[in-house]
């Protein structure tokens, strides 16, 4: 079933693509083969790299005000839903803080209850770069939602992270695995519930905890769906050309022309999520 915030989404986009307001980004699709079967997705970019992509200086904060043709929906008085400006994926959306706050710094209670808020409506990838280390192109808190339609999978990865959840010595000789957290869910996702999994696992990874350290020691992704959470410690935002994000680790690439294209088809996806991750 649609839900009414995926509609109101899907109608504002198609207002915002008309006022040129929203500029999806043109790709062209390939899937390469990593371990145990699971399929990539490489998205090569057609488009002309938009500016939040680029390596530049100091950036004016989009979201400081946002823009309101993109706006979607408030959560509170604290949160709002607005349109990726530059999707690859149909109603890609973002949960912004309504006021500044540090993409850099710790996820906050409220943060998690406008997510809880969000998904017991519209569900699907949740995800979250911490910084530019992490592959986050703003510094502006926002977390990002990919909608999910009953029975689709959630991302190409899910198996990986569903296998991490229910065995955490299952993939313990994996690099990957050594350098994140998974975490099964249960329903209902609550606010409080997110916050307190979310910080246990930080500290699993030695990021540290708000009560210590006024943010995270270290660079990290988060993905969430409604059965699992992860973390993932990064160490560096990308090789070869590759710039990687969450999504990365769910399982969907972005090249560009300066991505070394050759080698991913010859080393596999897996060794570019390897050469990112912070091993701990």
């Not at 999978?153 to 690099?175: E, N, V």
Request: net charge neutral.
């Amino acid at each position: 079933m649609t839900s009414e915030l995926l509609r109101q989404a899907n109608g504002v986009a198609a207002e915002a693509k008309a006022s040129g307001a929203l500029v999806p980004l043109k790709t062209s699709l390939t899937h390469l083969m990593g371990e145990g079967g699971t399929s990539f997705e490489l998205r090569h970019l057609l488009s002309a790299t938009p500016k939040h992509l680029r390596a530049a200086g100091p950036k004016p904060n989009p979201f400081l005000p946002w823009d309101q043709r993109l706006e979607v929906e408030r959560i509170g008085d604290s949160h709002v839903v607005i349109l990726n400006k530059y999707p690859v994926q149909s109603a890609h959306m973002l949960l912004i803080t309504q006021t500044w706050q540090p993409q850099t710094g710790w996820l906050s209670l409220d943060d998690w209850r406008a997510v809880a808020l969000v998904d017991a409506t519209t569900t699907g990838l949740w995800f979250f770069n911490s910084g530019p280390n992490a592959g986050a192109s703003q510094p502006h808190r926002h977390l990002q939602l990919l909608p999910r339609a009953a029975g689709e999978p959630i991302c190409a990865r899910q198996d990986w992270f569903r296998r991490c959840a229910a065995d955490p010595t299952a993939l313990a000789d994996d690099p990957l695995f050594r350098s994140s957290r998974v975490a099964p869910l249960t329903s209902p996702l609550t606010g409080e519930k997110l916050h307190r999994i979310y910080l246990s696992l930080a500290g699993e990874l030695g990021l540290g905890s708000p009560s210590n350290d006024s943010c995270p020691r270290g660079a990290y992704n988060f993905l969430l769906s409604r059965q699992w959470m992860a973390i993932v410690r990064r160490q560096t935002e990308g090789i070869r050309g590759f710039s990687v994000n969450a999504l990365g680790f769910a399982g969907s690439l972005l090249s560009t022309d300066e991505s070394d294209r050759e080698w991913i088809h010859r080393s596999g996806p897996e060794a570019l999520l390897r050469a990112v991750v912070e091993a701990v």
